[in-house]
């Protein structure tokens, strides 16, 4: 079975630009959640997506945005980037997003911002 | 909310046991135990999870304080691939709507040859 894949890997961009991440969950998998992860911050937690909406958010400011599409693909969107956006963005999928289940995580998508 | 906190690194000889404590002193009586560990260049990768019993696995064990403010994951013998920063992450149910997510900062795992 495939596992998660995150599209592009790498990504620069420019202050004030916005960026559409991608993510492919394992098949089967409804539920999709976004990371952050930083050397300062560590890793946070920025939304998760069950059934195409939004189950639960972090404390991520409205710049922040995603959506799941009916084959439970979902996407991140980052408008007007900010420096402090660089991070490795992180997705991870599971059957249906329990306290109790297993995520299993997509390699990353690395976003430098300039 | 609950917090977990982790040793920022610790080291430990190839093929002796390793054990990694995480501190969650105010764990909700709903919150599951989580670890995970993420290689170099890598996305964290599933270790094991529990709520309440002790927990083994082919990768690890997972002992649960019995007043759950505390859990250790034991990796019985240590090799060189089990270098990496290890998270202790708590999962809550949702409430209101919103699953709470508490992360440790993490254990950087060093393996001696």
């Known amino acids: 079975k495939a596992g998660v894949t995150q599209t592009p890997r790498y990504l620069i961009k420019t202050r004030g630009q916005q960026v559409t991440l991608s993510c492919s969950p394992i098949s089967g998998h409804r539920s999709v959640s976004w990371y952050q992860q930083t050397p300062g911050q560590g890793l946070q937690f920025l939304f998760e997506?069950?059934?195409?909406?939004?189950?639960n958010k972090g404390n991520f400011p409205g710049r922040f945005s995603g959506r799941q599409f009916s084959n439970s693909r979902s996407e991140m969107n980052v408008s007007t980037l900010e420096l402090g956006d660089s991070a490795l963005y992180l997705c991870?999928?599971?059957?249906?997003?329990?306290?109790?289940?297993?995520?299993?995580f997509g390699p990353g998508t690395r976003l430098l911002v300039l | 909310d609950a917090k977990t906190t982790q040793p920022n690194s610790m080291e430990s000889n190839e093929e002796e046991p390793v054990h990694l404590p995480c501190n969650h002193s105010?764990?909700?009586?709903?919150?599951?135990i989580h670890w995970y560990r993420q290689l170099p260049s890598q996305g964290p990768e599933y270790v094991i999870h529990g709520l309440t019993s002790n927990v083994n696995n082919r990768m690890a064990s997972l002992a649960i304080a019995e007043d759950r403010k505390s859990s250790t994951l034991i990796l019985h013998r240590a090799t060189l691939r089990d270098a990496a920063v290890y998270y202790c992450i708590l999962r809550a149910p949702p409430n209101f709507g919103n699953e709470k997510l508490t992360f440790g900062t993490g254990t950087r795992l060093t393996i001696i040859p």
């Open positions: 105010t764990i909700s009586g709903t919150d599951y």
């Open positions: 991870a999928s599971s059957l249906a997003g329990g306290p109790q289940e297993t995520q299993y």
């Open positions: 997506y069950f059934s195409e909406t939004q189950r």
